[in-house]
């Protein structure tokens, strides 16, 4: 089910001074961290001397990864494999890449090779095996500090660590940014294992919720190994290998404790105590009992009038993760982060307090004319900082630097250069919120009666448009400073009218809503046939 919030042309409401207003309150209230631990990634490195604590001193001859090379590759035809053990020496990286393959990506639906995106060598993880002790310090240390960092509490049942790829990074190997694909039912984050091998370069880019951070190990990568982990919809980007080559194990990190979030936080122990949980509380108990004052409304369209109205039944509270609909088929268990924390404590008030949770994608759609005078400075902004460095690094080594040469304006081929990054905007014509896939707290279809979903003649999901302001969504104004997930931009020319441009945000929301409301937020979602 598909429903369209527009702020153009549908009501809004006033915001009066000194009037307590719901959206805001509540919003403020959800916008706290919780005492939340974890991060969105998690990065550490094992030195030498403490993988002995875990190999009984064996560093050579302890830990081994057996690659099987298929049958029928030996000499008596049966099936040939290969040992590496550690430090993992050129040759031994050589040899292992005989059996290896280009990895591929995803471009839209179909999977592609490109070098110029991704450049690495893979086995499959099916024709890898780790030995005992390798599993072990796995099982028994990587998970416990990728739990910790990532601020997931012991679950009720281990995390699976599902050994996916073994892949190997030659010299200029990288991979533009991208987000990982949910590979398994209930994986909810990747676990890379960097082996003890000789290189340099490979710097790992992360991105998330407008932050970025680089993980860069120290170049004596040949002592001890190192672990990365993140959340399957964090942004990263592997920078160029530079010299030697990089092996690494790639593990998904799947859920298995079932009717829960995924993954658990730490909860505190009284909710009472805790001042922003009781924050929370305060603002939900005060909705409950309808506490909170009628808003002026405006309509728009036919000509302007104003009415009071009470606020909304429901507020869409917009996630820190992304979820896709598969992940949200599994209802709060696909919950991840500091969601899952925050959903978690929620969830406890909401059972107390008599409201309800349901999940939803939410696409915001921004549309307005481009600042190309702004694009345009940003670029020549940024090539005079290069330039600068470049002078700066000549007169380190001694070079001869003309401080008064001019930055060219046109390229070898005579075009004008502009910078190719985000376009703002110079000015916003609408806003668009566009709500699908609402499913309850255990990931079922939102709109079932009878046991039938809401279905038009040819069985599928009919779409419903509802147009209202953007009272509903909160944080107000919660994607202003982020960098948009896809951008549509039809350029203007200087001295002439600005480009039209148009900014999507895939963002995923939490549903809340008094159960008393129930019927009232199925019809106001509902909203009219398209």
């Excluded at 009720?156 to 030659?170: F, H």
């Excluded at 505190?268 to 909170?292: H, I, M, N």
């Excluded at 307090?353 to 940024?382: H, M, P, S, T």
């Amino acid at each position: 089910m598909r429903t369209i919030y527009s702020s153009t042309f549908a009501p809004s409401f006033k915001d009066q001074a000194g009037k307590p207003d719901l959206g805001e309150e509540l919003s403020d209230a959800l916008e706290s961290d919780f005492d939340f631990m974890g991060k969105h990634y998690f990065a550490r490195a094992y030195p030498d001397y403490e993988m002995f604590e875990y190999k009984y001193g064996e560093w050579n001859y302890g830990w081994e990864v057996t690659i099987d090379f298929g049958p029928g590759t030996d000499v008596d035809g049966s099936t040939k494999s290969y040992v590496l053990d550690f430090p993992l020496y050129e040759y031994k990286v050589l040899c292992a890449l005989e059996r290896a393959f280009r990895s591929h990506f995803g471009r839209g639906d179909k999977k592609v090779v490109d070098t110029k995106v991704r450049d690495t060598w893979e086995i499959d993880g099916s024709k890898v095996k780790l030995n005992d002790r390798f599993l072990e310090w796995i099982e028994y240390k990587v998970l416990t500090d990728v739990w910790k960092g990532l601020g997931v509490a012991t679950p009720s049942t281990k995390p699976r660590c599902e050994l996916y790829k073994l892949l190997i990074y030659k010299p200029g190997g990288h991979f533009h940014a991208h987000q990982d694909t949910q590979k398994a039912e209930g994986m909810f984050a990747t676990v890379i294992v960097l082996l003890p091998s000789k290189y340099e370069g490979g710097e790992v880019i992360i991105t998330h919720s407008g932050k970025t951070d680089i993980i860069d190990f120290p170049h004596d990568s040949q002592k001890g190994m190192a672990i990365m982990a993140w959340y399957t919809d964090v942004l990263h980007e592997i920078k160029p290998i530079t010299s030697g080559y990089r092996v690494a194990l790639s593990f998904n990190l799947i859920h298995t404790s079932p009717n829960v979030p995924t993954p658990t936080l730490k909860v505190p122990t009284q909710l009472t105590e805790d001042d922003k949980t009781a924050k929370l509380q305060a603002v939900l108990e005060k909705w409950a009992r309808d506490g909170f004052p009628k808003k002026e409304i405006f309509h728009a369209g036919k000509g302007y009038h104003r009415s009071a109205a009470n606020p909304p039944p429901f507020f869409a509270y917009i996630l820190q993760h992304t979820y896709s609909q598969r992940d949200l088929a599994g209802g709060m268990s696909c919950l991840k982060g500091q969601d899952a924390h925050k959903i978690a404590l929620l969830l406890s008030l909401a059972n107390e307090l008599g409201f309800k949770l349901a999940f939803a994608n939410l696409d915001i759609k921004v549309r307005g004319l481009a600042d190309d005078y702004e694009r345009y400075q940003v670029y020549w902004g940024k090539i005079r900082q290069e330039k600068e460095r470049e002078r700066k690094r000549r007169r380190e080594a001694g070079e001869e630097v003309n401080s008064d040469k001019e930055v060219p304006e046109d390229d070898e081929d005579g075009e004008e250069k502009r910078w190719h990054g985000p376009v703002s905007f110079y000015s916003l014509l609408e806003t668009d919120y566009i709500l699908s896939n609402v499913v309850d707290q255990d990931g079922k279809t939102f709109f079932v009666e009878d046991g039938k979903e809401d279905e038009g003649e040819e069985g599928e999901v009919r779409s419903k448009t509802l147009k209202l302001g953007d009272y509903h969504v909160i944080p107000r104004e919660s994607v202003k400073d982020e960098e948009p997930t896809e951008e549509y931009y039809n350029p203007g020319y200087m001295g002439n009218d600005p480009g039209d441009l148009t900014h999507w945000y895939h963002r995923a929301v939490v549903i809340i809503y008094l159960q008393r409301d129930e019927e009232a937020v199925k019809t106001e979602l509902r909203g009219e046939r398209r």
